[in-house]
Nanobody
Framework: LQLVESGGGLVQPGGSLRLSCAVS????????IGWFRQAPGKEREGVSC????????NYADSVKGRFTISRDLAKNTVYLQMNSLKPEDTAVYYC?????????????????????WGQGTQVTVSS
């Protein structure tokens, strides 16, 4: 099982980025996917997640209304669209996979629930 993040980079405050998490070795119908981030000197925190059915999503309060998680089953890829970016969004972003019941209706914001990790992609918001 492999998760590969991409799409990070340097963006000015107020700008947008779309992160991608390409998964291989499993299908998204059997896994919830979460995005977590870790800023320098801070603990890792949950940003967003999507259930194995794709029908349920959750967001941290700090990103609600600005970030949108989605997935493309045909491409076996999960996306995190990030708009109105702020300097405090600067972090390494990771996608994680949690083995759950197929077509499940929930996802966890707890890191310990997830079994598989990507390598991370750096997002820097700065003028």
């Amino acid at each position: 099982l492999q998760l590969v993040e991409s799409g990070g980079g340097l963006v000015q405050p107020g700008g947008s980025l779309r992160l991608s998490c390409a998964v291989s070795g499993f299908t998204l119908d059997f896994y919830a996917i979460g995005w977590f981030r870790q800023a320098p000197g801070k603990e890792r925190e949950g940003v967003s997640c999507i259930s194995s059915s794709g029908g349920s999503t959750n967001y941290a309060d700090s990103v609600k209304g600005r970030f949108t998680i989605s997935r493309d089953l045909a491409k076996n890829t999960v996306y995190l669209q990030m708009n109105s970016l702020k300097p405090e969004d600067t972090a390494v972003y990771y996608c994680l996979a949690d083995s759950v019941e197929p077509y499940g209706s929930s996802c966890s914001d707890q890191e310990y629930e997830y079994e598989y990790w990507g390598q991370g992609t750096q997002v820097t918001v700065s003028s």
